[in-house]
């Protein structure tokens, strides 16, 4: 791989030993995929944050770090709302190691604004085309897809390393040739809301980590998308996807038709919130915003809960920064006795560990919660969880 003298030098370790570490970190992944040189990306996005899922070992892997980081970088969902940690009944002896985690971050100078949707952040929009390095599995879907902007889906590592040096390696979905569609996919039933992610948990199982291009009968908004995506990158690997006359890339580039065509009926959809394993009558918590909430979520919600009292646990994840911009739902919501979460969620806090069973209106969150929290899961849309939530 081709790298100008600054990169060699800073390979060579005449930066020092942190940004000797990013750099080796880059080039070895440009080596094993093939990259021609380094490109510079515009933000990153890093995973690896819970204590959790890094445990010590991460934690001791972050603190040996030094130097800052290059360009705007922030951090994926912790395991506890960094604030309002106490609400949650975290143990303390997880939340000293998580504040340390996020000390050690933040010394990089790395935003602790955690979150898994960035691009509704001040600072971390993207527009078509930008190279990023992004980490959690939604917000590269949402960015390669919606936005038509470009990432790779960066391991916590590699995306820390992005970060410091302020490029990546140019491969992967960095490169036109690897942004076509190779499978497409029709729905001949019109989804909305819920089924998106119902969809999307069907379909990643299906086609892994191919490009699909769907064609379907409504135009999704953006939030279906969102849902859509974050689900294909849990029940498979799909980092990149587009919607015939809906995705900016599908749009501009009028894409040929796959050969391999897989249609997705109106019952497949169904058998997902059908696939009740636990009882109803076991429901204990229920869980919103995988992956965080937008305000116009967080509105819908408020509007749901108006005049309500919840019976039962009810979480609302979103960023504390549009938590902050949008406290006036915040707090609305809030009067019903549901919980807004910041800076964390259903999967990656410990918190949710000793629930009996949950309902979400998320593929993503049904695809992982039994696995990662131990705790079997209902799948409803917005309105039935609500109708849940307040359930005498
Ligand atoms: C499940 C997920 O959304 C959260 C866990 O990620 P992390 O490695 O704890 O940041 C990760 C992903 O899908 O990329
Ligand atoms: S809310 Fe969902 S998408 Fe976001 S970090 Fe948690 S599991 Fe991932």
Redesign the pocket.
Known sequence: MYLTTEEQAMLDGEEGETLRKAIEILVSLGDIYGADRLIPVKSAQI?GVSYKTIGDAGLEWISDLHGKVRIPSIL??AGMDLQDWEKMRIDPEFAHKQQLIIEAYEKLGISSKC???PYYLEGFNAICADHLAWS????VSYANSVIGARTNREGGPSALSAALVGKTANYGYHLDEMRKPTVSVTVDYELKGSDYGALGYIVGNIVGSRVPLFILKGKPDNEELKSLG?AMA?SGAVALYHVEGVTPEARKNKFARPDENIVIEESQIREIYDKTKPDINDLDIITI????CSPAELSLIAGLLEGTTVSKEVWI?TSREVANKYAGIVKSIEKSGAKVICD?????SPATEKYKAMMVN?G??LA?VPGMCGVPTLFGDIYKCIREAVKE
């Open positions: 995973a994926n969902p979150t898994c949707t959690e599995s939604s917000a974050a849990a915003g995988c992956p965080h994840c964390t969620c259903m999967v990656v998320s993503k969150a992982y």
